[in-house]
């Protein structure tokens, strides 16, 4: 619970409905003696039971229409197109309006200017008009706004009105809720006495202070859950940022970059629902552990229709499966790939070695070498893309052997009869033969002679030597890896279809709008094929430079921007207040930012107090001991959280059986995000989470066994939201020493 309120449990009544009277904001004051009843406690908890109501009302009369277009499936294809349509609808109805458990009102605003305020019907309240603002919009049998939907332009001064800029607004209105159940009331004032009545008019004040901190000192579920009750000011601005063009969200560990994001998507859906409904809006995470941790944000905010992935779900008919040492994944992300695969293709495009002489009837049919090289030339100038090349091949080499037969047969006569035999196939295979992309890098990877071939000019011999792989039986056999992912799609995209033939690729997906979190460590091809996925250049792109850990750390995002497709002038925004570390260990972690990237300016921490970090130093053969015994003193001290032990990949095994062996329940981070209370979490996995308790291990070992050894280290000191522990046999980091 937020500082100076008291728990319900303390005072043995419903202290939610009591408020300080000497402060404005409605929270259960710490003092019991001046304890007072609020007086609009009532009628608010009033309202919100008639907000559920007509909520109710309103799902009722969706499932209504829903079992009236479910009877029967007769009728003219019209009909039923028309019923397919209505059920759609009213399914996704349905889905915005069931809430659960979370808040559906969650603030009001009161108007004190109405040329400033404008309603969600268009017109402009008059004055003293107020309104409720809520998870979803919610209107009663007149069809009259109960509540306000939080994406809507009436609902914007509650999260960005301050002092000097009140948008219209002569108080603000928070509500502490459990379910249906109101816990407290938060006020705040605007304009003429409003310095007197409480601090709203002092900038740089957090919004719904107290409602934020009791929100950011409740124990984490192991999902990441929406904020939409508690956003900021400079949050609402990115959410509320236009669509066109690319937008960049730099921001420290527990910035809220991530849920920001996240919002962003529900609120352009709303905001441009016709052309994104049919356009798509896609999410992409860095791996499946960090999709698992946000999937349910957007549909708590009534938002099904967002598609999260990561990159390896865009090419679904190709398995995937781990990662490529670091040094291999460094060249197979660099740009420099393209050329290469570019080259690698021409390869596959070859002239005859020898004349081709053919018995037909009475007569020698002929193609010369020259003839071929025309032939593949003309091929390459014409074509679409290589596959799209294989039939004018096809063509010109019938139509020359038509004319070597000096005009007794046609060229299609030629086809129908050879098309298909042992010989012509071997002349197709060899000048233009139809690839898929998995054979094309199966043969390439396998062959020394094609990747010195293709390399050549654009890779030097140590890296050629780290793409080559043995050969399996067949391209079908192969298992790629993650770093493999975007040379696939970019094989797939210079190859094309396989004209003719059944094929399993998908044509490439677009999107209206595209959002990645930590893009800072997407190589330059992964970008690519971010930016081929592009309808129209429309990006949100998300992430903390200090956090670039992987193969492709990025130092600016300009490099991130050079591989994107920019159509207008690239906006940056940055978030500056850290919400999810207390002050002691933002402290700690500082330290590490400051050799770690020197550059930046780590995120001003909302609470100033909290837990100080934890070292503690085990034995030299100690170390899974100490990590147990943190855990149980952790566990022994918080009884309810989760906690996380994050490792350096090497020592992720062995803390998991000391663990088990210890009989400490947990989990591992591979099998899902965070589904026990306790999770072993190797350090590559753990950007993007947010925990209660982190138990760090071994801070020497993660910066020495990583490229960015000291941005890891950082990521992993900025998860926990109330206690850090580190424990070490090893000397530690000099900035932590």
């Keep these: 619970m937020a500082s100076g309120a008291i728990a319900a449990e303390e005072l043995e009544i419903s202290p939610a409905r009591l408020v300080d009277s000497r402060k404005p904001t409605g929270i259960v004051a710490a003092t019991p003696e001046r304890l007072q009843i609020h007086p609009d406690f009532e009628a608010e908890q009033d309202y919100i039971d008639y907000a559920h109501s007509c909520l109710e009302t309103s799902r009722e009369s969706a499932m209504r229409v829903q079992s009236m277009v479910e009877v029967g499936d007769g009728g003219t294809h019209q009909a039923r197109f028309e019923r397919d349509v209505i059920r759609d609808s009213v399914i996704a109805r349905l889905d915005q309006l069931d809430v659960g458990d979370a808040s559906l009102v969650f603030g009001r605003v009161d108007a004190s200017d109405p040329d400033k305020l404008s309603r969600t019907d268009g017109q402009s309240p008059g004055e003293g008009d107020s309104f409720h603002i809520g998870r979803v919009a919610v209107w009663d049998e007149d069809q009259e706004p109960v509540v306000v939907d939080w994406r809507a332009p009436v609902a914007e001064p509650f999260y960005r009105a301050t002092g000097s800029e009140p948008m219209g607004l002569v108080r603000r209105r928070h509500f502490s809720t459990r379910g249906q159940t109101l816990l407290g009331l938060e006020d705040e004032y605007f304009g003429d006495g409003g310095i007197e009545r409480n601090a709203a008019n002092l900038e740089g004040r957090l919004r719904g202070e107290q409602t ?63 052309p994104l409904e049919g356009q798509g809006v896609l999410v992409l995470g860095p791996n499946r552990v960090f999709l698992t941790y946000i999937e349910q944000v957007l549909p708590s905010l009534g938002e099904a229709g967002v598609e999260l992935g990561v990159l390896a779900d865009l090419i679904p008919e190709f398995k995937i499966l781990g990662r490529d040492l670091e040094s291999i994944a460094r060249v197979k992300g660099d740009d420099r790939m393209t050329d290469v695969l570019y080259r690698a293709v021409l390869d596959r495009e070859r002239a005859l070695r020898d004349d081709l002489v053919l018995g037909f009837g009475l007569q020698r049919l002929r193609l010369s070498v020259d003839a071929s090289k025309r032939i593949v030339k003309q091929a390459r100038r014409r074509s679409r893309n290589h596959n799209s090349g294989r039939r004018i091949v096809e063509d010109a080499v019938y139509e020359h052997l038509a004319e070597s037969a000096r005009g007794d047969y046609e060229a299609e006569d030629l086809r129908e009869s050879l098309h298909g035999t042992l010989e012509m196939r071997e002349v197709f295979e060899w000048m233009w033969p139809v690839l898929t992309p998995t ?215 062995e803390v998991s059986e000391a663990l088990a062996a210890a009989g400490v329940d947990h989990g591992q981070a591979y099998r899902g995000a965070l589904e026990q209370q306790v999770t072993v979490v190797p350090v590559g996995l753990v950007k993007g989470l947010e925990l209660d308790m982190a138990v760090v291990v071994e801070p020497s070992r993660i910066v020495s066994e990583q490229r960015q050894g000291l941005r890891a280290l950082y990521v992993a000191l900025t998860r926990a939201t109330q206690r850090l522990i580190v424990v070490h046999t090893e000397p530690l980091p000099a900035c932590l020493d």
């Design 439 to 653: 054979q094309f890098l199966h043969d390439l990877f396998g062959s020394a002679a094609l990747l010195r071939s293709a390399g050549r000019r654009h890779l030097d011999d140590a890296e050629v030597e780290l793409l080559a792989r043995a050969r399996s039986d067949t391209a079908d056999d192969v298992v790629w890896t993650v770093d493999d992912v975007p040379l696939l799609d970019e094989a797939r995209w210079m190859l094309g279809p396989r004209s003719g033939k059944k094929s399993r690729t998908e044509p490439v997906r677009t999107y209206g709008h595209i959002v990645i979190d930590e893009a800072q460590d997407l190589s330059p091809m992964q970008l690519r094929m971010v930016a081929r996925r592009s309808l129209n250049g429309s990006l949100t792109i998300v992430g903390d430079i200090a956090q670039a850990t992987g193969a492709w750390a990025h130092d600016g995002w300009e490099s991130v921007l050079r591989h994107l497709p920019v159509k207008r002038e690239p906006r940056q925004a940055e978030l500056t207040v850290g919400y999810r570390l207390p002050g002691p260990t933002m402290d700690v972690a500082a330290r590490v930012l400051a050799i770690a990237a020197p550059q930046l300016t780590p995120p001003r921490a909302v609470r100033s107090e909290g837990v100080e970090p934890r070292f503690v130093a085990s034995a030299t053969r100690d170390l899974a001991a100490g990590v147990v015994d943190a855990v149980r003193a952790e566990l022994g001290e918080a009884a309810s959280g989760n906690l996380a032990v994050i490792t350096p990949a090497s020592l992720t095994d």
């Design 212 to 274: 934020l901190r009791a929100s950011l000192e409740s124990a984490r579920t192991g999902r990441l859950g929406d904020i939409v009750a508690t956003i900021q000011g400079e949050q609402d601005e990115i959410i509320r940022s236009p669509m066109p063009g690319i937008l960049i969200v730099q921001g420290g560990p527990g910035t809220g970059k991530t849920v920001v994001a996240l919002h962003r998507a529900a609120y352009l859906l709303y905001t441009h629902r016709f």
